[in-house]
């Protein structure tokens, strides 16, 4: 093989590498935004809530302002962008940490995912003053307050110590743990006690903030 024919083969290699590569490589869509796959308009439109599962709303375009084909998927699902090979995903996560106002994103790839979606529990309890992960996010619970007769929770939600949101939360307010949805249950400011006995050491009971799960839940459009 002469020095050419060498290149032109190396170039051809590398381009059938990067396509594969490219096919094979994980894509990840805000939700409310757009990736093109296959020549395609890939859309998430909103995430939602059914039978304890979250799933998405994703429309697929020809192009800007065609009319979309549009399902709700969950994760596990496949997802046919095009017919044209190599244009089949797995949705392999559907996620969303935070006020019911943040955005959630779906991961789209060529494997499918290693196992089904797990609830955290019905019932969720923090305490204040008090941290709590969730993937890869921490919770941190900094005050639990009555204000203007209504008792708020102060919870700041942080990723690698870099602030991703305040939250102040209310009773019934919804909040998004990842692939739960749960809503505030109740909120309980710290109790302080009456020293009927000044010999003894009393300790207040730190304030708590209860989350109940969610079940069933569609977006205001």
């Known amino acids: 093989m002469n020095i050419k024919n060498y290149c032109i083969s190396l170039a051809l290699f590398c381009i059938l590498t990067a396509i594969v590569q490219s096919q ?27 039978e304890g599962l979250v799933k998405a709303d994703i429309s697929i375009l020809e192009k800007q302002n065609s009319k979309p084909i549009t399902g709700g998927y969950k994760k596990g699902d496949e997802i046919t962008i095009s017919n044209e090979p190599g244009c089949t995903y797995y949705v392999y996560s559907i996620t969303k940490t935070g006020g019911i106002e943040s955005k959630g ?59 991703v949101e305040n939250l102040v939360l209310s009773k019934g307010d919804l909040v998004w743990l990842g692939e739960d949805l749960y809503k505030v249950e109740s909120i309980n400011a710290r109790s302080e006690f009456i020293k009927t006995d000044p010999e003894k050491i009393y300790e207040p009971l730190p304030g708590k903030i209860e989350f109940k799960a969610v079940t069933e839940y569609l977006p205001e459009k």
């Open 24 to 50: 094979d490589s994980s894509i990840v869509i805000s939700e409310g935004s757009e990736a093109v796959i296959c020549g395609k308009i890939v859309i998430v439109d909103a995430l939602w809530m059914n």
């Open 105 to 163: 994103e779906v991961i789209l790839s060529k494997s499918p995912p290693l196992s089904n979606s797990t609830t955290k529990g019905d019932i969720i309890t923090q305490e204040e003053n008090s941290s709590y992960k969730f993937g890869k996010y921490v919770w941190y619970v900094s005050s639990i307050r009555n204000e203007g007769g209504n008792t708020i929770a102060n919870i700041t939600i942080t990723q690698n110590t870099a602030l």
